[in-house]
């Protein structure tokens, strides 16, 4: 059964491809059109406005905080009851160097605000701290997949795999359209998006 949508499609699979490639478009446009640097930076606030902005014409309850429990692969995360009082204190941690804000991703991560679309919004507004602060974006297409998921599994009780990882794909072509693009289509490949790439997307 898929997830209440706009679009009212009832068989999963379809709405996984109508998700892609429409979410895909809007991750596109984020960059062309510079909205990026139009958002808060490092906040749930802005964190929302970009989940808004993807998935926006697909889902009902975008932007919003979940109001039930979720998890993925055995791992729970942030309670409901917890999760207004987690996202206050992930908008205060510092985010000036690599660390602190790998550490405040993971802390993003751990919450998954949304009912959907948690991973893929999440890894954009890390990219924009990133290019803020310390002018440098992750080049997602060089984080392999299987690595990565594990890293983040570890993260919550162990960062330094994560740390390691991500920084070994720091690039200062923080302005690329090619990097972001690749990026894009990596991020949705961890999640088991693959079936448009965003090049040819139209």
Do not use: C
């Amino acid at each position: 059964m898929a997830l209440e949508n706009k679009m009212g499609i009832t068989d999963s699979s379809e709405l996984a491809r109508m998700e892609e490639k429409i979410s895909k478009m809007k991750a596109l446009e984020l960059f062309e059109k510079e909205l990026l640097d139009k958002f808060e930076i490092g906040t749930f606030e802005g964190l929302a406005e970009i989940h808004q902005y993807l998935f926006g014409e697909i889902y009902p309850f975008v932007g919003k905080m979940r109001n039930v429990n979720i998890a993925k692969g055995g791992f729970r995360f942030a309670p409901v009851i917890y999760l207004e009082a987690a996202l206050k204190n992930i908008d205060q941690m510092p985010q000036s160097t690599f660390d602190e804000i790998i550490e405040k991703y993971v802390e993003m991560n751990v919450a998954h605000p949304f009912r959907e679309g948690n991973g893929r919004s999440i890894r954009i507004w890390l990219d924009a701290i990133l290019k803020k602060e310390i002018k440098r974006v992750i080049d997602w297409s060089q984080v392999d997949k299987e690595d990565y998921l594990l890293a983040m599994e570890r993260s919550p009780v162990k960062d330094v795999e994560i740390k390691v990882l991500l920084k070994a794909a720091l690039t200062d072509q923080i302005n690329d359209h090619e990097v972001y693009m690749k990026g894009i289509d990596a991020s949705y490949y961890y999640e088991g998006y693959y079936i448009y790439n965003i090049e040819n997307i139209k």
